[in-house]
């Protein structure tokens, strides 16, 4: 590990580097283990360092979740030139590959999170609720009535796959297709569920 006090980075550089080695961290490590002296020793810094950038350990949670979260949700960036049921099952597609290829910091993220900071997991909640709103956009689009049962039931959907990918991704190492055409189904029942319902 290349010591990070001996390279030429501006301050917002070496702050991008700090949580970088924190969110490669979570690759096998719960976010609880991540104390100021870990990431200290993994990145060749003091703690005063890093109590500089971070202020607190919760800052630096709050840092290194953020970036984890972000990358998640540029991975699943909709693609806006797709029809919506096109886009929804690439949007899967790519969560799913994400899901295989850094398992460790999504399992962090959707476990990990649930006995920590209460800043933290509002940024895994952020995060749940764009996913569930790039749903509605795509199912209303789809004609579905935008209402409140709708909204209600795609958000728990979301949280839904999140176990899913979990469970057939990770724990089952389960197809990308396979999960994929799981959860467009069990998407659409609730989608249709939500139809019958006058709220």
Known sequence: MPDLRRARLSPEERRAQLVATG???????????LTMDVLAQLAGVSRPLLFHYFE???GMHLAVVTTA?????LASEPRLDLEPRARI?????????????????FHSLV???ASG???????????RERNAVRLLEAFTELGAPDTPALRVALRAWVSFTEET????????DVAPADVVAFLES??????????????
């Open 56 to 58: 607190t350990r919760q």
């Open 117 to 127: 900071d209460p800043a933290v997991r509002r940024v895994v909640d952020e995060s």
């Open 69 to 73: 979260r972000d990358s998640l949700l």
């Open 111 to 113: 476990r990990g999170i």
């Open 165 to 172: 990918l979990i469970s057939l991704v990770i724990e089952r």
């Open 186 to 199: 069990t998407l659409d029942g609730v989608v249709a569920a939500t139809g019958e319902l006058r709220i």
């Open 89 to 105: 099952r690439d949007t899967l597609l790519r969560i799913t590959e994400f899901v295989r290829q850094h398992q460790g910091t």
């Open 23 to 33: 969110v490669n961290f979570l690759a096998e490590h719960s976010l609880d283990e």
